[in-house]
Structures are given as C-alpha cells and as structure tokens.
C-alpha cells in the first residue's frame, strides 16, 4: 500500500506509463481484431520492433486497416478528451469548495422557462379546441375573434416556430403578444356602463390563461416557481452536479476526486491556494528573468505585462487575507503587518512569504494568538456513597481553573444522580477542572456545607468527549471510595488548526529538548505560530511564527536519545532549525500534514517508511483510503497535478463552451446568459487561475456567434457587454500606452494587450458585423413580433458601437445610416421573396395542384393570387409597424423606405398580371381598394412612390368604366321605358329602379376608391353628378309622355277610374326626385366656387321635376274635373224655360247623377290613397281636385242666378256638395281650402234654392186643394212625400 503523501514526480510516472501501458493494449487489440478479421497477420502499427514487411495487401485489407487507425486514433482522442475534462473538473471543483474571489450574483434577471416544439403543439391543439367550441370556457364574440385573428397570426406562423427551435420563446412570449394584440381591440371598443375596458383586459387575460394552461394542475405553479427560484442561489452540492454534468464526469468519479482533494476540509483548501499562489509568484519570477513574453501590441507592454501578473497575484492575496479565520477579530498588528509588506514588496516585484526577515518575529504578540475555548461539563453520577443516611440531600459544584462555579441540582444520597451540564469558556488551552461532591449540614450553627470528595481532571482538546469514571479524593468526613461518572467536552476554536504533546528542540526558540504541549494557530489566512504552553496558563511560554519554515520528515536527533520521543520531524528555515517529535507515527503524520498546510510550501513532505501495520487513526486511514482508491481509478494524477503548469486559457475556453452548451439545452429562455451559479463558478475559476478578462471575453463572443450564426437565439445586449469589454481592453488601452509613450510617461495603471487578442478581436468584430447586417436584413424572422422585447432595437446600438474605428471616436451618423439603409433595401427583397413564396404555396394548396406556379395559370387566378398577395403584404407591413417600428425610432424614413421598395417589388408582379387582364373587365378594381384603403391610411406611404404608381395604372381603367356605365345606363333608360309595363316595383317601376340603383352603385363605388388625387377626384364626382342629373331628367320626360298618353285612354262618364299605372308614373316622378338630392347634389366639402357658378346640378334636376309633377298634376285634375263638367252639363238640361225640362221632369228622376258622381270621387280618392306613395303629395292633388270642384260647381250656379234651380238639380248639386265636403276632410284636405269663399257662396245658393222649392211647393199644394177638394188631399200627400225623398237622397 502506498502512502497517500508519495511525491507528485513518482505519481505522475506512474500514471504516464499505465497510461502508455492502456494505449497499447488498445493498439493491440484493435490491431488484431482488425487484421484477424481480414485473414492475414500484419503489423499495422509497430511499437519498437522494427519496420514492417513490405507487402502487397488487397483494397479490402486496406481499407480495414485504415479504420484500425481510424478507430485508434478515435479512441485517443477520446481519452485525451476524457482525462482533459477530468483535470479541468478537479479545478472546478476546488474554485467551488473554497471560493474567495466572487459570490454568487443575485441580481440577474430572472429568465422565463422556454417553450419546446412539443409544448407549441399542445398549445395549438388547446386553442383549435376551444374555437371548436370544446372547452368550458364561457366567451362572447369579440374575444373569440380575438383568439382567432391570434392563432391564425401567432401560433399558425412559421416564424414562431422558428423562434421556438431557437430556444429564445417563453410562454410570457405568448402572453404578452396576445396583450399586446388585445389592447387595440379593447380600446376600440365602446364604452360601457359600469364596465371598464381594464377590467375586461383582465377578463380576456384571465381567459387566455385558462385556454393555455388547458387542464393542467394550477397547484404545479409554485412547484415551477420554487424551480426558478432555486436557479438563482446554488448550493455547493448542486453546483457539484452542475458541472458533473456539463464536464461528462461520472458520480464515482466526483466521489472519488472530492475525498482525494479533501474538499470538506477548509484548511487543506486555504493551503492548496496559497500553494498556487506561491507556485505562480515563482513562475512569474522566471518568466522575468527568462524574459518570455507573450507577443504585445505595443513593445514596451512587456514590463508591464510582469507588474500585471504579480498584481493579480497580489490581488488574489488580499482577497485571501480578508477571509475570516475565527469568530474572533484578526485585525492584529501581524495581519497589518502582512499586509503592509505585501504591498511594498509588490514595488519591488517580489512577493514571496519567504522574503520576511527575522525582524517580523518580534512583530507577533500574545495577544495575537489568544485561544478561547467552549468547555462543557457534565456531571452524571456518583457510586459508592455509603456513609451517608439514605435521606441526606448531596450535590456538586463544577469550576474551571479561574472561573466562575456552577452548582448541580440536589438529590438524595441513595440515589446520587444528577445529569446536569454546565457550560464554560476559558482561554487556557491546558485548562483544569474541579469537580466537588458536598452534603448539607443538618447542625443548627454550620455556616456551611460539608464537602465529601473533589476530583481535579485536567482537559485538552484533543480528550475524549465521552462520560468517563473517575475516583475522587475524599475529605475526613467521608471515608466511602467514591466514583464519580463525569463528561468533559472541550471544542476547539476555529484558528485551533492542531494541538498535542510533542518533544521539541530548537535554536532561538525551546532550546532544550523537553516534552511541551503545542498548539498550531492561525492568526490570518497567511500567518500561522507554533505556541508552547503551560497547564493553567492562557498565554504561549514560547512561540515561533512558521513564516518562511518548511516541513519534513527526518530522523532521530542525536541528543534526543533516551529523552523521549520516537517519531521524528523538522522545520527548516534559512538560519533555523526546530526538531519535533511524537510517540506515535500517526500523530506525527497529523502534525505535518497541518504544518504543510500552513507553511504553504511547494515541497510536499513524503514519509520515510510506509506504514505496514494497521493504522489505528480513523483520519489517517480515511486519508490514506482515498488516495488508494484514487490511485487505483487512475485518477491520482489529476489530484496532484500541477495547475500552474497547464494552459488555464484553454481550459476555461473548453470549460465555458461547454457550460454554455449546457445552459443553452436546460428548461430555460437564456439567450445565452448564464445563471448565477455558473457565472460565479466562471468568476472564480479566472480570478483563482489567472485567465485574462479579454480572453474570457472573447471566447465567450466567439461561442455566442458560433450560435447565434447557427440559428440559436442570442440577446444582443450580452453580445455587446462582451464587446464593449474587450474593444475598451484592445482600442482603449493601445491608444493610451501609445498615448503617454508619445508624451515620455510611463504607462502605468494601463492593462497589457496581447497581439493574439488584438487579432482574434478583428477577426469577431468583423464576424459580428456580418451578424448584426444579416439580423438587421432578417428583422422580420430574426426578431418575429418583436420578440425578445428590445433585442431589435439592442442590435442596431451594437451595430452603431461595432461600426466604431475606436472607443474614442464616435462613428459618423451617415456611415450608421448607409449600413442600415442596405440592411433594409435587401430586407424588402427577403421579406417579399419569402411572402410571395409563400403566397405561392398557398395558391397551390388552395387549387389542390401540385404543379408549379408558372404563367399558365388563367388571368382571373393570376389576379386572385395577386390580390391574396396584397393582403399579406399589408399584414407583413402592419406588423412591421407594430412590432419593429419603435426599434427603427431614429431612422424613421429608412424604413419608410424599406415599404416602398417593398411596394416597388410587387408593383412588378401587379403590373404583369393587370396586364395580363382582358380589355374591359373590372375584376381588379378590389386589388386598387385594398392597396389604396391601406396606403391613404398610413401618413409615410400615402401620395408616395408605389401610391402615385397605382394612381397612373388605374386613372385609365376607372375613365373607361365610367365612360361604359353612362352608355349601359342611356341604353337601358331608352329600351327600358319602351317596354316599360309600369307595374310598381320598390318606389317607383322597374325601370327607375333600375337607373336609379346603377346610379347610386356607380357613385358609391367610385366614392368607395377613396381617389387620392383630390383634383381628379372632383372631377368624378362632378362628372357623375351631371350624369345622374341628365339620365333622371331623360327618366321624367319619358315618364310625363307615357303618363299624358295613358290620360288620354279614359272616358269623362262617372264610371271613370284612374289607371293604377299612372300611379306608379307619379311613383317614379317622386322617387327620382327623392333620389335627386344623394345623386345630384355635390358634397359639402367640394370647390363652393364651383357650385355657385354652373354645378348646382341638384337644384336644376329639382325644379325640373317640380315641374314636371306640376304638369302630372294639371293634367290628371283636368281629367277629373271633366267627369265633373259632363255630369253638370247633364243636369243642365233640367234648366227652368228649356224645352226638356218639362220632359224630362215626367221621368220623376231622385238623385242617379248625384249618386253616380259621389261614387266617381270616391273611387278615385282611394286610388290616389293608395297608390301615390308621397302623402304631401296625395294631399296637394286632393287640395286642388277639391278646389276645382267648387269653383266649377259656382260657375255652374252663377250661370243660372235668374232661374229657380229645378228640384231635380238642387238634390243633385246639393249631394255633390254635401259629399264633397265630409269626404275631403276625411282626406286630410285642411280647414281654410275646405270653408273657402266658394264653397260658402255655393252653400249660401243652395240654401235659398233649397227655401225657394219649399215655398213654391207649398204654393202649389194649396192651389191643388183648393181646386180639388177634399181630393186633393192626397195629391198633397204625394207631393209631400216626394219632397221627402229629395231630402232623404239630400241626406244621404
């Protein structure tokens, strides 16, 4: 078994030839497998036994060779690789273990957990649900359609899950883009009462949570908090896993080197520091005197390359110093000292603990190394108490040498048990104490109690902890053996680094050679003392400061002989020399090992014999256990090795790829930053190992490019931390030391740049330029819906601070604004190459052919794909707007035109279909609404480049279709009246209809176009204006002439009645008028110059068809009034002194033309009613049909003023008036045109007609009785009775 301190020279050729001894045997067995397999016996690879015999083996035996070497070289690569990580991970492991130089960062952003291409199609799935309805998530209409525009737009597109395969998505991603997306809806919408639009945000939020959680356990959210929660402080074990994975390094492995590297012990870690540190001040001093520099920038770097290493040195042991070693206070004279004489021989470029001279040994006190220690004894029982009656109450008091007394409980002296503890603090490192047995005085005069026995047990830290028996010394008044079970438990404090009993001897100090308690104390994390000491003394009799002292073993001392002392070792310094011994081999070991912790030194003392017997010291032997296993697993060679001599550089490059690969593949949306405890383990491992910050940096700009080039989501703010760093370390420190040397200063305080920096510089500046360029060009899928917020934005600052020759001069806005002007021109080409593509494809998915999109694809497709194309270029600009715009603040109008590149692009492809289009069709005037409705809007495109194209292309198409529509319209207004039928259809005939609905429709689409030339766009209007006007009054001269031709179909008999279609004429007239005023009358916003002068065409069009209905009405009054004369001509044959009135008079006619007139009104009335839908107008033709009856009636009467009216006439007459009257005012015909002069003047007439023939009547009854007699009676009776009648048929 060998001894686990067996020099680092014998272990690392042990390890080199078992490692030579496996690559043969794997040489070996490779080799013959291979050439067992092809049936020959060759040597592929010769390992000293000469050439191998030329020979001629066929291609196969060749080719198996060739793969034998493949696979071997395979093989030492990977163990190579292996043994690399290995190493690597026992430096890791050690900055986790006693870390100095950094703490784990607290303040990091806390990072989102990503979304993975799994979880994206669950959450397509969730949203498809519940737009089918199959969710429980009650919704109304506006946040369904807002989940639907959200899915079709969000979740459906490519670039999502692109940015999900780029790990940069979290599902706060998905929330905020639908906030985002939410808040324009919800603000468009209307107030309601009682309902505020935050609170419907929140409705709508709460809902979107519900549909993408989906049936997940809300309980499981604390568990993923406590998850992310645990990301941002580690403990040491989960660091340990950490990197045990990162590393590939196996649980057994970690166990194995964690013993063998002592991690749990501090101590061992403090002294394998100050071993580095030691190792590297040592290297630092040859390298200056070797003069092997690194190549610089500038040559006089070389100097100050050196002051820069002892600095960082120098920095590590001030970081070192200022760990605490004890509860205590180190802010002594000798921790100050230290520190002063560090600091001064940094002047001198020397900083070796060895360089303290013996005058610093006066420097350390007493009070330096004061101890104080933490006693607890325990007092249990006590045996052999006879003496004593059973009743008598004893107890116990405990004291240490110089402190206070405690006292027991009290118990009884048949059972003396007590259990009691009392705790105690002294600063004596060989303290005593004194335990006393005592029993109450039953006298009436003791003063005090009776002490029956004390035991006096002196303690070191070292005793046993367990409760022991020990034999008390009794006094005169108890003559019993007592036995008393006491525990004393003494801890050691913590600059208490070992203590025990050695024989020592030396030249200044324990000069003679004698058995003394030592104790080893640390007073900072550099100064240790060896102090003697006295039993109840708390200060050191002697002391000797181990700065500058070596440790080893040696053998026996001459003059020890036979004085004591088997086992022997020494500490050696220039001008000293102390000899120590021990009686036991372990307990030497023990004192070593300790003394080599504190010395520091790089010479790691090695035992003189191993140890053969079995090893009684459990810490000896678990030591020993560790390096065996260690040795035997092959991995004592990676404990014991050198870190001064390895390229730390490299390493921390391999080890902070691959913990960057790690980080990138966790359950986490880094974007490339590392979580707090990676980045302290990267901390300590450059300030422990001395790896330049640039370095760092540039490795980690080189790794963040490597994947952000392939496709990994990298924030742009990491990347320009990084760069900021190293430009500030290459520009700004060469330009300074250039600088000061050009003035003949020193360049002091300024950091060294090597050459190798300054290239590898260049070369990812100019591979970060070509990035942020193509990110830029790609801004759309680089940086989809503004996702990650502000990375857009975070690259165009980096490419400006990229863009800079150095940190001092700014780079010129022009240069900024020419690069980003050439992103975004080939930023249009991409972005619409990529959309028509896509617009392609959907085309073919749409007709379900698989063919590819080529020229033979029909014009009315063409114009289809087109107008699709639109629409999705104004999607991809609108979102453009919404999510990029803000990023692209300060260059405002290079986007502006970027879009009309854009526009300029497609104008291409629209300008070949529309060219494509047959001669007159007007299919594709909806592609011109949809471009021009989008562009009018947008105050940056609206009267730009593509806006006045599209204008030009479509002026022509919009003339000729009006030009097509007046003729269309002229011509059905020509044959559509000479096949007009007049039958009522909407508010006028089907004619009318007709025209009237084309010409509102050809208004209201060129309305609709939203022309943008306004000059062009008066012109329209005008034009169409004057068209409607023109083509209504054609409407209405046919109308008039169609209608006077139907008044002409009528008699003049009472029989007569109106023609229901020339009501629908009258229908026509009012609905064009009604229309008149939307089609003819020009906007209130037009030229009022113009419609003063000569484009009143709505006032024109009026008062034509005011007269026309003036007309329409004259003439259908003469008619019905004509009625009215031929019944009046009739009755005027009853005239009194005519020769038909005396026959006429025989027939004994009642009432028939009075009757038959008032049924002709009546009839007509209805018609009119019903049929004329204008009631004002109905009323004005009643008003003046009714006037024109009265005032004919009043002719008529006033032509007969000298004749009686014959009784035949006045029934008749007064019928029609009576009639006339109630039946008008039934009609609505008002008060003033009723009553008027004319009627009362007929009335007035009619009354004394009505008088007269009463009177004449009476008359001729008398006469006819006085001439007949008594017969004449019943002629009376007759005559009276027809005078009845006449009244009754006037009452009617």
């Known amino acids: 078994m060998r001894e686990p301190s067996s020099s680092e020279e014998e272990s690392e050729n042990e390890t080199n030839d078992d490692e030579n001894s496996d690559i043969l045997s794997i040489h070996n067995n490779v080799d013959q497998k291979s050439l067992s397999a092809s049936g020959e016996n060759l040597s592929v690879v010769s390992h000293g036994r000469g050439p191998p015999r030329p020979a001629s083996p066929s291609p196969s035996l060749i080719s198996d060779r060739e793969k034998a070497i493949e696979d071997t070289e395979k093989l030492e690569r990977e163990e190579e690789e292996r043994k690399k990580r290995l190493q690597l991970y026992v430096f890791v492991m050690r900055c986790i273990a006693y870390p100095f130089n950094a703490k784990q960062p607290t303040d990091m952003a806390r990072r989102q957990t990503k979304v993975t291409k799994q979880?994206?199609?669950?959450?397509?799935?969730?949203?498809?649900?519940?737009?089918?309805?199959?969710?429980?998530?009650?919704?109304?209409?506006?946040?369904t359609n807002a989940v639907q525009s959200y899915y079709e737009v969000f979740l459906k597109s490519d670039r999502v899950a692109t940015m999900v395969k780029s790990g940069g998505c979290s599902a706060n991603d998905f929330r905020e883009v639908f906030k985002n997306n939410i808040e324009k809806r919800v603000r468009s919408l209307p107030e309601i009462d009682g309902l505020s639009k935050e609170t419907v945000l929140s409705s709508w939020m709460t809902k979107f949570d519900a549909i993408f959680r989906g049936e997940e356990d809300p309980r499981k959210q604390p568990q993923r908090m406590s998850t992310a929660a645990s990301e941002l402080i580690l403990s040491k074990e989960q660091l340990y896993e950490m990197f045990q994975n990162i590393l590939g390094v196996k649980k057994y492995e970690h166990q194995i080197l964690y013993n063998a590297c002592q991690l749990d012990n501090a101590d061992e870690q403090a002294a394998q520091v100050r071993r580095e540190l030691d190792r590297r001040l040592q290297l630092t001093e040859q390298m200056s005197r070797m003069r092997k520099h690194p190549k610089f920038v500038v040559k006089e770097m070389e100097s100050m390359y050196m002051d820069e290493l002892k600095s960082a040195i120098n920095l590590l042991m001030?970081?070192?110093?200022?760990?605490?070693?004890?509860?205590?206070?180190?802010?002594?004279?000798?921790?100050?000292?230290?520190?002063?004489k560090r600091y001064n021989r940094a002047q001198h470029s020397s900083l070796s603990k060895m360089d303290i001279n013996d005058e610093t040994d006066s420097g350390l006190s007493k009070l330096d190394v004061v101890?104080?220690?933490?006693?607890?004894?325990?007092?249990?029982?006590?045996?052999?108490?006879?003496?004593?009656?059973?009743n008598k109450i004893v107890y116990c008091t405990m004291e240490v040498e110089g402190g206070e007394k405690l006292q027991t409980d009290q118990a009884e002296a048949s059972k003396p048990s007590w259990d009691t503890q009392g705790d105690f603090t002294t600063t004596h490192p060989l303290p005593v104490v004194k335990v006393k047995l005592y029993t109450e005085s039953s006298g009436m005069l003791s003063l005090e109690d009776k002490e029956l026995g004390k035991v006096v047990i002196p303690v070191t830290a070292s005793s046993s902890r367990q409760p022991e028996w020990y034999r008390m010394h009794t006094t005169k008044n108890c003559q019993d053996d007592l036995k008393i079970k006491i525990a004393v438990r003494m801890d050691k404090p913590q600059n208490m680094k070992h203590c025990g009993?050695?024989?020592?001897?030396?030249?200044?100090?324990?000069?003679?050679?004698?058995?003394?308690?030592?104790?080893?104390?640390?007073?900072?994390?550099?100064?240790?003392?060896?102090?003697?000491?006295?039993?109840?003394?708390?200060?050191?009799?002697e002391m000797m400061q181990l700065d500058g002292f070596t440790v080893d073993y040696c053998e026996q001392v001459p003059d020890a002989e036979g004085f004591g002392g088997k086992y022997f070792f020494n500490c050696v310094k220039e001008g000293d020399n102390v000899t120590f011994a021990t009686d036991d081999e372990n307990e030497r070991t023990l004192w070593v090992q300790a003394i080599y912790r504190a010395t520091g030194q790089t010479h790691k003392p090695v035992p003189p014999v191993v140890q053969t017997n079995k090893i009684s010291n459990t810490q000896i032997s678990r030591m020993q256990g560790d390096a065996d296993r260690a040795r035997k697993h092959g991995l004592d060679e990676?404990?014991?090795?050198?870190?001064?001599?390895?390229?730390?550089?490299?390493?921390?490059?391999?080890?902070?790829?691959?913990?960057?690969?790690?980080?990138?593949n966790d359950a986490y949306t880094c974007l490339g930053w590392f979580s707090p405890g990676q980045v302290f383990v990267l901390d300590e491992y450059c300030a422990r190992y001395g790896v330049r910050g640039c370095h760092r940096h540039l490795c980690y700009l080189n790794d963040l490019l490597e994947r952000a080039e392939a496709g990994i989501m990298i924030d742009p703010t990491l990347i320009h931390y990084s760069f900021a760093f190293c430009a500030s370390h290459v520009h700004g420190n060469s330009y300074e030391v250039k600088i000061k040397l050009k003035r003949g200063k020193r360049p002091d305080g300024i950091g060294t740049v090597l050459l190798k920096e300054k290239l590898q510089f260049d070369e990812i500046k100019e591979r970060l330029r070509i990035l942020l360029e193509n990110q830029i060009t790609h801004f759309r899928y680089c940086f989809p819906f503004g996702r990650p917020e502000g990375a857009l934005k975070a690259t165009l600052s980096l490419l400006e601070r990229v863009l800079m020759k150095d940190i001092v001069t700014p780079v010129p806005p022009e240069e900024v604004r020419n690069v980003i002007?050439?992103?975004?021109?080939?930023?249009?080409?991409?972005?619409?190459?990529?959309i028509s593509e896509y617009a392609k494809i959907e085309g073919r998915k749409g007709s379900g052919s698989t063919d590819s999109y080529n020229e033979e694809v029909s014009p009315k497709k063409r114009l289809d794909d087109v107008i699709h194309l639109a629409e999705l270029c104004i999607e991809v600009l609108q979102q453009n707007e919404e999510h990029h715009a803000e990023a692209f603040a300060w260059f405002s109008d290079l986007l502006v035109e970027h879009a009309e590149i854009f526009w300029s692009l497609f104008a291409v492809d629209m300008d070949s279909t529309l060219e494509m289009q047959p001669p007159d069709t007007w299919d594709s005037f909806p592609l011109f609404q949809l471009l021009n409705d989008y562009l009018r809007n947008d105050e940056n495109l609206s009267s730009g480049k593509f806006h006045q194209h599209l204008r030009m292309v479509f002026a022509p198409q919009v003339v000729r279709y009006v030009d097509l529509m007046e003729s269309s319209i002229a011509q059905s207004i020509h044959k559509g009246f000479e096949r007009e039928r007049w039958e009522p259809q909407g508010n006028g005939c089907a004619t009318s209809e007709d025209m009237l609905w084309k010409l509102d429709a050809l208004q209201s689409f060129?309305?609709?176009?939203?022309?943008?030339?306004?000059?062009?766009?008066?012109?329209?209007?005008?034009?169409?204006?004057?068209?409607?006007?023109?083509?209504?009054?054609?409407?209405?001269?046919?109308?008039?002439?169609?209608?006077?031709?139907?008044?002409?179909?009528?008699?003049?008999?009472?029989?007569?009645?109106?023609?229901?279609?020339?009501?629908?004429?009258?229908?026509?007239?009012?609905?064009?008028?009604?229309?008149?005023?939307?089609l003819c009358a020009l906007d209130s916003g037009e030229n009022m110059t113009l419609i003063e002068n000569s484009h009143q065409y709505h006032t024109k069009i009026e008062d034509f068809l005011d007269r026309i209905q003036v007309q329409m009405v004259k003439c259908l009054i003469e008619k019905l009034l004509s009625v009215l004369e031929s019944v009046l001509s009739k009755l005027a044959r009853y005239d009194e002194g005519t020769f038909f009135s005396s026959i006429l008079s025989l027939t004994k006619p009642v009432n028939e033309?009075?009757?038959?007139?008032?049924?002709?009104?009546?009839?007509?009335?209805?018609?009119?009613?019903?049929?004329?839908?204008?009631?004002?107008?109905?009323?004005?033709?009643?008003?003046?049909?009714?006037?024109?009856?009265?005032?004919?009636?009043?002719?008529?009467?006033?032509?007969?003023?000298?004749?009686?009216?014959?009784?035949?006439?006045?029934?008749?007459?007064?019928?029609?008036?009576?009639?006339?009257?109630?039946?008008?005012?039934?009609?609505?015909?008002?008060?003033?045109?009723?009553?008027?002069?004319?009627?009362q003047t007929i009335c007035s007439r009619l009354q004394v007609e009505e008088a007269t023939q009463s009177v004449t009547q009476s008359e001729n009854s008398s006469k006819t009785s006085r001439f007949l007699g008594g017969g004449g009676s019943s002629m009376g009776g007759a005559s009276s009775g027809t005078g009845s009648q006449a009244s009754g048929d006037e009452s009617d």
């Open 1153 to 1239: 033309l009075g009757k038959a007139y008032v049924d002709f009104m009546r009839g007509n009335l209805d018609i009119l009613r019903q049929k004329i839908a204008d009631e004002l107008f109905t009323l004005s033709i009643f008003e003046q049909w009714y006037t024109g009856q009265m005032k004919m009636i009043c002719d008529w009467l006033s032509d007969r003023l000298d004749l009686s009216l014959h009784p035949y006439q006045l029934t008749c007459v007064m019928t029609i008036n009576r009639k006339c009257f109630s039946d008008f005012e039934l009609q609505g015909v008002p008060e003033n045109a009723l009553n008027a002069k004319t009627y």
């Open 638 to 664: 990676f404990v014991q090795a050198n870190p001064v001599m390895f390229d730390h550089h490299d390493l921390f490059n391999m080890l902070q790829t691959l913990t960057l690969d790690y980080r990138l």
């Open 318 to 340: 001030a970081n070192l110093e200022s760990l605490p070693v004890s509860k205590g206070s180190t802010d002594s004279t000798i921790s100050r000292l230290q520190k002063l």
């Open 119 to 143: 979880q994206l199609q669950t959450i397509k799935e969730r949203f498809v649900a519940f737009l089918n309805g199959e969710t429980s998530i009650v919704a109304d209409e506006a946040f």
């Open 371 to 390: 101890l104080s220690f933490t006693l607890e004894v325990h007092v249990v029982e006590v045996k052999g108490l006879k003496s004593l009656a059973n």
């Open 821 to 834: 002007k050439k992103c975004l021109e080939n930023a249009a080409l991409v972005n619409y190459t990529r």
């Open 1006 to 1078: 060129i309305r609709e176009l939203h022309w943008p030339d306004e000059m062009f766009a008066d012109h329209l209007d005008h034009r169409l204006k004057l068209m409607a006007a023109d083509m209504i009054e054609a409407a209405a001269k046919r109308t008039l002439k169609s209608f006077e031709a139907w008044l002409r179909k009528g008699g003049k008999g009472t029989d007569y009645l109106l023609y229901p279609e020339m009501a629908v004429m009258m229908n026509v007239i009012i609905d064009c008028k009604n229309r008149a005023l939307h």
């Open 501 to 541: 009993y050695l024989y020592g001897l030396g030249k200044k100090v324990w000069k003679k050679y004698k058995k003394r308690y030592f104790v080893l104390v640390q007073v900072s994390q550099y100064t240790f003392a060896m102090c003697s000491y006295r039993e109840k003394k708390p200060d050191p009799t």
